[in-house]
């Protein structure tokens, strides 16, 4: 089973609100990453988590604060976004760092409105 | 210069043809190598690893060239299925799990 889960599929929120992302691995994977992807371009890393601690931070703004509770769950939590920042917002997964055949899920849809 | 160039096509050959992709790489500390293939609004999934051997998996060929900092992709018989943006992938020696995406080729088979 390669499968990562993310919720919401899609999500429209207003620059006030304050959302959460969240992504799910059964595959034992001790790494996990959210990117984020524009349209007609590749997706851009935005954080890394190894052994449930963040590991890279690729300069994000900290509207976008990230989450690992345990080594099967990772969020996302939005706060105050701009309209610039509607994406698709994509969870992966690998079994470590140097063996990084990752696997994605299928991605949460977001609107800033 | 981009780390991961990719010649983004786009590509438009008819069903049964040959097409290949290539991609150079800049850092000559890369560690592994891959071929994602993104459908239009779907989350990319991984094609195939990419080793110095060359592999071959089905009508997909995939080869490395470490001195020539180069990876292909060949699609053989190509079915209209095919169409998808493939996206060659490269992480570093340092181990930080980071992906390096080229800007990905778009290929559309027609009948």
């Known amino acids: 089973d390669t499968e990562v889960t993310q919720t919401p599929k899609h999500l429209v929120m207003g620059m006030t609100n304050k959302k959460s992302l969240k992504c799910e691995q059964h595959m034992g994977h001790r790494a996990m990453y959210w990117y984020k992807q524009k349209a007609k371009k590749p997706p851009e890393l935005m954080f890394v988590?190894?052994?449930?601690?963040?590991?890279i931070n690729e300069s994000v703004p900290s509207r976008f604060s990230p989450e690992c509770p345990n080594s099967s769950l990772l969020n996302l939590h939005l706060h105050a976004l701009q309209p610039e920042d509607s994406a698709l917002y994509l969870c992966a997964s690998s079994q470590g760092l140097s063996y990084t055949e990752a696997f994605f899920g299928q991605g949460t849809r977001l609107t800033v409105v | 210069r981009k780390e991961v160039e990719q010649d983004p096509g786009p590509f438009n050959v008819p069903e049964g043809a040959t097409v290949a992709f290539n991609c150079t790489y800049s850092n000559s500390a890369s560690q592994s190598f891959f071929w994602y293939r993104q459908d239009c609004r779907k989350e990319p999934k991984l094609l195939m690893s990419?080793?110095?051997s060359g592999n071959e998996d089905g009508r997909f060929t995939a080869q490395l060239n470490r001195a020539s900092q180069y990876i292909s992709l060949l699609i053989r018989d190509s079915k209209l299925s095919d169409s998808a943006t493939y996206l060659c992938?490269?992480?570093?020696?340092?181990?930080?799990?980071?992906?390096?995406f080229g800007q990905g080729t778009t290929l559309q088979v027609k009948p």
């Open positions: 992938v490269v992480t570093l020696w340092s181990n930080t799990g980071k992906l390096i």
């Open positions: 990419v080793y110095s």
């Open positions: 988590y190894s052994y449930e601690k963040l590991s």
